[in-house]
């Protein structure tokens, strides 16, 4: 099992949808966990950290299920904009040993 | 500016000459990281860093070599590029105090190997 899966993807969606992706881990003992946007051959940038049950930033909202080892995005109201891949990314150890990458999981919001 | 610089944005070599892709950070970071990125395969680490002269093989280590001699500068060095390793690379720095842990990176290197 990889230590971190994403949904597939792509997701396809009109303007003004509501959309969801999920991210789930394989270490327990992981204690951050982010959320990184990255646009077609661009360098990931931060969306969202995820330190305890979750987090919420206008539009977006990351939730955490310690015990189901899950991450979740969600994005309201999408706009054009949002389109780009979003990267799950997990630090496993207490003291910031590494961090570690899903596959990534494409959005289109289609006008 | 707080940033990650990577040298050069683009680069086309060919099989078996030596070359270097600098990377240099100005934010005091103690962990810096390589990563390539395939099409398909999402970005794979290819070694990290924690701080100076400690460095660690990521996923994909054969055919890299990195040094960090300077806190700020995290060099990843090809000796004989082969074509298999025309990739998109990314640098990225992070502090390590926990709660504060977020990655920067650096704007790419797409590199060629004819």
């Known amino acids: 099992r990889k230590e971190v899966e994403q949904d597939p993807g792509p997701f396809n969606v009109p303007e003004g949808a509501t959309v969801a992706f999920n991210c789930t881990y394989s270490n327990s003992a992981s204690q951050s966990f982010f959320w990184y946007r990255q646009d077609c051959r661009k360098e990931p940038k931060l969306l969202m950290s995820v330190y305890s049950s979750g987090n919420e930033d206008g539009r977006f909202t990351a939730q955490l299920n310690r015990a189901s080892q899950y991450i979740s995005l969600l994005i309201r109201d999408s706009k054009l904009s949002d389109s780009a891949t979003y990267l799950c990314v997990v630090n496993p150890d207490n003291y910031g040993q590494n961090f570690v990458f899903g596959p990534g999981t494409r959005l289109s919001v289609l006008p | 500016e707080a940033q990650v610089t990577q040298n050069p944005r683009y680069l086309i070599t060919v099989t078996g000459k030596k070359l270097t892709v600098t990377c240099s950070q100005n934010m005091n970071h103690e962990y810096m990281s390589w990563y390539r990125q395939d099409p398909g395969l999402g970005l794979r680490q290819i070694y990290y860093s924690m701080n100076v002269e400690v460095t660690d093989k990521g996923d994909v280590p054969e055919g890299y070599k990195v040094s960090r001699k300077e806190k700020r500068n995290f060099p990843l060095i090809l000796e004989s590029p082969s074509p298999n390793q025309t990739s998109l690379y990314f640098c990225?720095?992070?502090?390590?105090?926990?709660?504060?842990?977020?990655?920067?990176f650096g704007s790419g290197t797409q590199l060629s190997v004819l």
């Open positions: 990225a720095s992070s502090p390590l105090d926990r709660g504060n842990e977020k990655l920067f």
